[in-house]
């Protein structure tokens, strides 16, 4: 196969998969990325099968008013090659030679009866351009119910914000490097960045790119990170020389920022996922951060905690992940009602467990990618109900919209995602 064949072949299985098998995203791309020997190869399809993902309403628009038959259960391999072509053509490839492949593609994944009918469709797409849809009708029903009753006001332009590509955030390693000196780096390299001037480490490219051609990135000057994530360094904010605990720790991109922001911290990664943690000690070598990372579970401190109180504590807890939906549209496809009173209930075991750890007069952040009120505002109520020597300290607007216990942001603010943050102080 060649001419990019390969590559949309692949597309098409990875979307399958993760449209009708139920394997997550990152679990496909992980297993169908590797086959394909070109870089760029592999960069296309993940470009193709998120904008995919990403159109799905508009995609799932044009196949529903435009084929002949309803495609049905059973013709789930061609509705994925179907996404691939049609997601070409948003992203903006060259029309010829992405139908072509599409077309090609579709022969070798044994569907050649069906070519005709393929090129047929995308050939309509290429003409009219995509059917507009409401981004809000590929969340689950439950979801989108709630999203309207936690945030009835900004429901709208959340729905409408997840289906977009966000920029990519940079974080530069400010024990190596600048943020000045990285972005005379950048546009030697050729590649256009902002900074932000609220964040102090971030810069902003409106384009993605592999990060193997970001200067620097294999020496550690750099990491990825959206802007929202690189706010809890702000707000945690822990002193010279703190003791300091992330207990939800991998892969490790905040403790790394408190690390690189203050090298005198004294700091404990946990996560209670080995290979996640495997990962986390991998991206400390690369940015040549001494943290201590360990595989713990953190609501279990009498199996890792030698009694020592810690000054700052950051749970960034599992949750929904609602709130990264640009990032990780199978999000959608996978989240069930039912698991969000489990993560609520991990998100108050951590919160429980943990905050005896803290010495008096010290810090918690807790934060979560989420937008849904239970996981967030309505948590930390609970949390102070229960707990008389926790106070909320209010942070400032950069943090989102004051909820009177923590603030909230909503997915492309400012190019950011959507994230919760409430910072907790030990009376
Ligand atoms: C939102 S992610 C953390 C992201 C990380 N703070 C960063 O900035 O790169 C949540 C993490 O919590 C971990 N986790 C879930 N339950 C845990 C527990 N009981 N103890 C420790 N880690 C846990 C998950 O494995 C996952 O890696």
Same mark, same amino acid.
């Given at each position: ?66 084929? $002949? !038959?309803? +495609? %049905? @259960?059973?013709?789930? &391999?061609?509705?994925?090659?179907? =996404?691939?072509?049609? /997601? #070409?053509? *948003? ?14 593609? $579709? !022969?070798? +994944? %044994? @569907?050649?009866?069906? &070519?005709?009918?393929?090129?047929? =469709?995308?050939?309509? /797409? #290429?003409? *009219? ?14 979801? $989108? !119910? ?16 997840? /289906? ?264």
């Amino acid at each position: 196969m060649s001419d990019g064949v390969a590559a949309r072949a692949a597309a098409a299985r990875t979307l399958d998969e993760v449209l009708h098998r139920g394997r997550s995203l990152k679990s496909a791309l992980a297993g169908g990325l590797p086959a394909l020997d070109d870089a760029r190869d592999r960069a296309l399809v993940e470009a193709i099968v998120l904008t995919a993902l990403r159109q799905r309403a508009r995609c799932n628009a044009a196949l529903d008013g435009w084929m $002949a !038959r309803p +495609l %049905g @259960r059973r013709d789930g &391999a061609l509705r994925a090659l179907l =996404l691939v072509g049609l /997601a #070409q053509l *948003e992203l903006g490839l060259p029309a010829h030679a992405a139908l072509a492949a599409t077309v090609d593609a $579709a !022969r070798a +994944l %044994g @569907r050649t009866h069906q &070519a005709g009918m393929v090129n047929a =469709l995308l050939r309509r /797409a #290429q003409r *009219e351009g995509l059917p507009p849809a409401a981004p809000e009708a590929v969340w689950p029903a439950w979801l $989108a !119910r709630q999203v309207h009753t936690d945030w009835p006001q900004q429901a709208e332009a959340i729905f409408a914000e997840s /289906a977009n590509t966000p920029p990519l955030w940079l974080r530069v390693n400010r024990r190596w490097i600048t943020r000045d000196d990285y972005l005379v780096l950048l546009a030697d390299a050729g590649i256009a960045a902002q900074p932000c001037p609220e964040l102090a480490d971030a810069l902003r490219l409106e384009t993605a790119l592999p990060v193997a051609q970001l200067p620097g990135f294999d020496a550690g000057l750099v990491s990825v990170q959206d802007g929202a994530a690189q706010a809890v360094a702000d707000a945690l904010a822990p002193p010279a020389g703190a003791r300091m605990l992330d207990a939800c720790a991998a892969p490790g991109g905040k403790a790394s920022h408190l690390a690189e922001r203050e090298g005198s911290l004294r700091i404990t990664a946990l996560d209670v996922d080995a290979r996640r943690v495997r990962r986390m000690q991998e991206a400390f070598t690369r940015l040549r951060l001494e943290i201590d990372a360990r595989v713990a579970d953190a609501t279990r401190p009498d199996a890792w905690w030698d009694g020592a109180p810690f000054d700052a504590i950051l749970i960034d807890a599992p949750c929904s992940a609602t709130g990264i939906v640009r990032r990780q549209p199978d999000v959608l496809l996978h989240r069930r009602a039912e698991d969000i009173a489990a993560l609520c209930a991990t998100q108050a075991r951590l919160l429980d467990a943990l905050w005896p750890l803290l010495a008096p007069g010290g810090t918690l952040v807790y934060a979560t990618c989420s937008l849904l009120r239970a996981e967030n505002a309505l948590q930390v109520e609970a949390f102070l109900a229960r707990t008389p020597d926790a106070a909320c300290v209010p942070l400032d607007a950069r943090f989102g919209i004051d909820t009177g216990s923590g603030h909230q942001r909503f997915p492309g603010q400012q190019g950011r995602d959507g994230f919760f943050c409430a910072r907790l102080r030990k009376t």
